[in-house]
């Protein structure tokens, strides 16, 4: 299935626009396009500066990008959301720079994430997708909200879209709500619960469980929550696959990818071309698309606050009150 075009009045003039993971892949593409739209300032946020800075270059050299928003600002962050520490340092960095300059935030683009082959443990312990994808995710999700929030004006509703994917409704593992008695995320952690690219979905699925939850308690008037899947696109996302099982991706990228500028599009589509109706919703290669049935199915309810308060409990063990910025 194509993604279609934006519409042609799509604008992100003056909007401040921060993306993370914006080195390479759907994140790069996505602050061109913003740049391409009028974005400024747009903040790469990413795992290793010198990459940054090379995104940085190549973004204010592109012809478009000189000529539609010669004045354009781009300034590079470090992100690693692999630990605590990198998450905190991050959102700390950010938001003083932020209240220094006087400046607000108008869109938050939480783009990184990862697949791996192989079960790995990040440096906090949880399982390393799971840490990326998920906790790592929804603790920004909760550093940002103030800052956003306040940045909302009655022209302009702050942003914070997450990407997800449609593999979350392939997951087989969480059908069910686990018994009461069983820490379920941190079950995550054991190795004999890996199995590759549904650890992948199970992480995507997660986070939405997270956001939906996130966006019943944040009033859609103070910030716009929602989150999109570009379908499938070529990018570096699946560079661990190995050389055997090669073949097969490059037929399905063949037959069903899409360019990577217009998974790019399905991001500027969630946070400029659709409005407060999309609260805590998901948008599927821009097109407002119903979650799995486990996400909103009657297990699923229990599931949705089962994650949530599982995943407070860790991240106030991070930050204490963080949950006071809801
Ligand atoms: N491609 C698809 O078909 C597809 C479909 C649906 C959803 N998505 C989602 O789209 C998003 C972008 O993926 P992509 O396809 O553009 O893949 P990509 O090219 O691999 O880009 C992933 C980005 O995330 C960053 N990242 C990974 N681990 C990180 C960490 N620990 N801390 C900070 N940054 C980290 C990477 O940084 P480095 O360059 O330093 O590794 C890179 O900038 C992901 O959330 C993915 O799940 C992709």
Request: with cysteine.
């Amino acid at each position: 299935m194509s993604i279609p075009d934006l519409p042609k009045n799509t604008t992100l003039e003056a909007r401040s626009v921060l993306i993370t993971g914006s080195n390479v892949g759907l994140g790069y593409s996505a602050a061109l396009l913003s740049l391409q739209l009028g974005a400024s300032p747009v903040y790469l946020a990413v795992r290793t500066l010198p990459k940054g800075d090379k995104a940085r270059e190549t973004l204010l050299a592109d012809p478009v990008v000189k000529k539609k928003n010669p004045n354009a600002v781009v300034k590079v962050y470090q992100l690693d959301m692999s630990t605590w520490d990198g998450v905190t340092a991050f959102a700390s960095k950010f938001i003083a720079d932020r209240k220094t300059a006087g400046e607000g935030l108008d869109v938050a683009i939480l783009n990184a994430g990862v697949v791996n082959m192989d079960f790995e443990l990040a440096p906090t312990g949880n399982e390393a997708v799971i840490q990326v994808n998920h906790f790592s995710t929804a603790l920004l999700s909760l550093l940002l909200l103030p800052l956003l929030e306040s940045s909302t004006t009655p022209q302009h509703t702050a942003r914070l879209t997450i990407v997800t994917s449609r593999s979350h409704a392939r997951v087989q593992s969480l059908k069910a709500c686990p018994p009461d008695d069983y820490n379920y995320l941190a079950s995550l952690n054991d190795k004999k619960t890996f199995a590759t690219m549904e650890r992948y979905g199970l992480s995507k699925l997660i986070v939405i469980f997270f956001l939906r939850e996130l966006s019943t308690r944040v009033s859609s008037d103070k910030v716009i929550i929602n989150n999109v899947c570009p379908g499938m696109i070529k990018t570096k996302l699946t560079r661990g696959v190995p050389w055997y099982a090669q073949p097969v991706l490059w037929v399905w990228y063949a037959t069903s990818a899409n360019p990577v500028e217009r998974g790019a599009a399905c991001y500027v589509h969630a946070v400029a071309t659709v409005g407060k109706e999309s609260h805590g919703l998901w948008y599927h290669k821009m097109k407002l698309t119903p979650y799995a049935d486990i996400v909103t199915n009657q297990e699923g309810e229990k599931l949705q606050s089962r994650i949530w308060n599982e995943t407070m409990e860790v991240l106030e063990k991070v930050v204490p009150n963080v949950g006071t910025n809801i």
